[in-house]
DNA sequence: CTAGATGCAAAGAGTTTGCACGAAG
DNA sequence: CTTCGTGCAAACTCTTTGCATCTAG
């Protein structure tokens, strides 16, 4: 899988390797986001960051701007779920959706994609009543031609 | 289908029958998003009517307050798209799913579900390079119990 | 006349930007 | 020492809330 190469090394490696400099903050970012299994807000992220006590006054503006950055570089993927808020997650994901559970709000991740092979959801995850958003982006008749 | 009966009846008409006092906001509200094809964010719907000058001055609140009123009584649908924001689309539409150009921003609705028959994307709607983004809302195993 | 709708002001969430100080390499 | 990261302040977008005025029924 494309992030077993990443999962084994150590949030300062994972840094170095993509041409961070090894700040405190961004440790702590990347160690959040490793131990977790979910897409995580910033504003989640950095409460972590203040429960943990891992460091004194963080600010949540170096939350964003370094969620940023790792996006850019392919460290974190960056999704929008329904909340209108983006999440962000460990690693350059493969291909994969989630599952948001509508009373407490977990977020399961599944890999298989009912587009390309037919799953039976409700067995697959333990979730019922299940509803799904689908949203395709490409580029239309009209862009294609300019 | 489940809007042609909304949609043959003029705005006025709709606002009576589903218990709303008629005022001309409305009235432009229900027009626009009947006149339009695809979802609108609150902003698109107030700058419409602001520019066809058919109210003199209109608040954007207010086109928030009903819509959320119109969407509560199932006149109106909302979606949220990546872009974070919420786009409000006439009727209570049946199950489907949008198609937005990563150029233009475009927006186009596609009513066969590929998770229930598979559909040859690109052929249909005419778009490229198609991504998509898909999310399952549902209760969890443990939310179940409760 | 009265319930409910509107406009205006303000506030709240999520996110971005500017700037001077501070720390990594 | 120099580049880049950080904290702090402020701004910006989207959306919601409070309140007094206005209007549809």
Do not use: W
């Not at 890999?111 to 039976?120: A, G």
């Amino acid at each position: 899988l494309i992030n077993s190469k990443l999962q084994v090394q150590s949030p300062p490696q994972l840094l170095q390797e993509s041409g961070f400099k090894v700040t405190k903050i961004r440790v702590a970012i990347l160690e959040f986001l490793t131990e977790g299994h979910g897409p995580y807000t910033a504003q989640q992220i950095f409460q972590s960051l203040q429960d943990k006590g891992r460091l004194k006054s963080i600010d949540l503006v170096s939350v964003y701007r370094n969620l940023e950055k790792f996006v850019e570089s392919g460290l974190v993927s960056r999704c929008q779920l329904a909340d209108g808020a983006s999440h962000f997650e460990f690693g350059q994901t493969p291909h994969h959706h989630h599952i948001v559970c509508t009373s407490c709000n977990r977020i399961d991740s599944m890999f298989n994609c009912p587009l390309q092979v037919p799953v039976k959801m409700e067995v697959a995850k333990g979730y019922t009543g299940l509803s799904h958003k689908l949203e395709f982006y490409g580029l239309c008749s009209n862009c294609q031609s300019n």
